[in-house]
């Protein structure tokens, strides 16, 4: 059972490059997720979706995209990576209903150069 | 909006202390609220959980009750062990079980 699987768990990008982390959940959930974790600032929510086709934007989307195809996976891109982007990334994905607990990956440490 | 506030950290500890992380919140209509919890390189897990109010979550010797009046869900322990280091974070997940919110996390130490 994978629960949800992240990658690259490590990467370096030089500023202005472009590339995708990778997300898949096995749970058939219908939430996904994506935060960035920097120090002192605790988790901040990228973007989510609620299921396949519907995606939104969360407290910090800007310099990111998302797309939803199937339930599994929920991609996130960097179309131009900048320095401000350097942090450890973490998707999540969980059920419906208020009592469901939501299962996150290992995390994806970028550093943008 | 929906906001999760927690104490500042580190929190230093000896093993078989007593623990309290506080936590307020501030959400419209009731919302459920949670603990995680972050050992070191992993991603976040579950610790527990509290769906209403004075409802008491607990797991492995933490607990935490949902307190309507206080905006509240302190988590405690009784008696910490050195295992228990990690980063705590409170959450919340708003009435419309979209986005689920979180602290900034504290940070637990404990020294043998």
């Known amino acids: 059972n994978a629960g949800v699987t992240q990658t690259p768990k490590f990467q370096v990008l030089k500023t202005g490059q472009s590339m995708t982390l990778q997300c898949a959940q096995d749970m058939n959930h219908e939430y996904m997720s994506w935060y960035r974790q920097d120090p002192g600032m605790g988790l901040r929510l990228i973007h989510y979706s609620v299921g396949a086709g519907i995606t939104d934007q969360g407290e910090v989307p800007n310099g990111y995209n998302v797309s939803r195809s199937t339930t599994e996976d929920f991609p996130l891109r960097l179309l131009s990576a900048a320095p401000s982007q350097t942090s450890v990334y973490f998707c999540a994905s969980r059920g419906q209903g208020k009592n469901t607990e939501a299962f996150f990956g290992q995390g994806t440490r970028l550093t943008v150069v | 909006g929906n906001s999760v506030t927690q104490m500042e950290g580190p929190v230093t500890l000896s093993e078989e202390a007593f623990l309290t992380i506080n936590c307020t919140y501030t959400a419209t209509g009731y919302p459920s609220l949670f603990w995680y919890v972050q050992y070191p390189g992993e991603g976040l897990q579950l610790l527990l959980k509290a769906t209403k109010a004075d409802d008491k979550g607990s797991n492995k010797g933490f607990e935490a009750t949902y307190r309507k009046e206080t905006t509240s869900f302190h988590l405690e322990k009784g008696s910490v062990q050195v295992s228990d280091s990690a980063v705590y974070f409170c959450?919340?997940?708003?009435?419309?079980?979209?986005?689920?919110?979180f602290g900034t996390g504290t940070r637990l130490l404990v020294s043998p």
């Open positions: 959450a919340l997940l708003n009435t419309g079980f979209q986005k689920l919110v």
